[in-house]
């Protein structure tokens, strides 16, 4: 029987890692900032539930992203305790970056003409990136 490859945990930690800085990046810029909330669509989820509270009261995305799973991550902590959160957080962190990075660069929407059309792009690469992640 041959010999068996050598495996290598810091290259698949990295990997995990780019495959998380990708998907969060893919979610941000194409799912929300550019598709979905220059036509005041609304996502699922916690970032579903910042774009309604930027829509009502003007918050950034990216803080109240933040600050909600910032509370899920405690509870999580207590009560699942610390193996699982450190890829999460890192996942939360630069979700957070990146919306809040794009917001603030507030570049023009990719399709203003068409709003199915972008919501339907932007809901395609925003699943791609969350399954990425």
Same mark, same amino acid.
């Given at each position: 029987?041959?010999?068996?490859?050598?495996?290598?945990?810091?290259?698949?930690?990295?990997?995990?890692?780019?495959?998380?800085?990708?998907?969060?990046?893919?979610?941000?810029?194409?799912?929300?900032?550019?598709?979905?909330?220059?036509?005041?669509?609304?996502?699922? *989820?916690?970032?579903?539930?910042?774009?309604?509270? /930027?829509?009502?009261?003007?918050?950034?995305?990216?803080?109240?992203?933040?600050?909600? /799973?910032?509370?899920?991550?405690?509870?999580?902590?207590?009560?699942?305790?610390?193996?699982?959160?450190?890829?999460?957080?890192?996942?939360?962190?630069?979700?957070?970056?990146?919306? *809040?990075?794009?917001?603030?660069?507030?570049?023009?929407?990719?399709?203003?003409?068409?709003?199915?059309?972008? #919501?339907?792009? #932007?809901?395609?690469?925003?699943?791609?990136?969350?399954?990425?992640?």
């Amino acid at each position: 029987m041959g010999k068996l490859p050598e495996f290598s945990l810091k290259r698949f930690y990295v990997k995990d890692y780019l495959t998380i800085f990708l998907g969060t990046f893919m979610y941000a810029l194409g799912g929300v900032t550019q598709f979905i909330m220059p036509h005041k669509f609304v996502m699922g *989820g916690l970032t579903g539930v910042g774009v309604l509270i /930027n829509y009502a009261f003007g918050v950034p995305v990216s803080i109240m992203v933040l600050v909600m /799973n910032a509370v899920l991550l405690l509870i999580a902590f207590r009560v699942l305790g610390s193996e699982f959160l450190v890829k999460t957080i890192v996942g939360v962190a630069s979700l957070t970056f990146f919306i *809040g990075m794009f917001e603030s660069l507030q570049w023009q929407p990719i399709m203003t003409s068409e709003p199915l059309m972008a #919501g339907l792009i #932007g809901s395609i690469v925003a699943g791609a990136g969350g399954w990425a992640w």
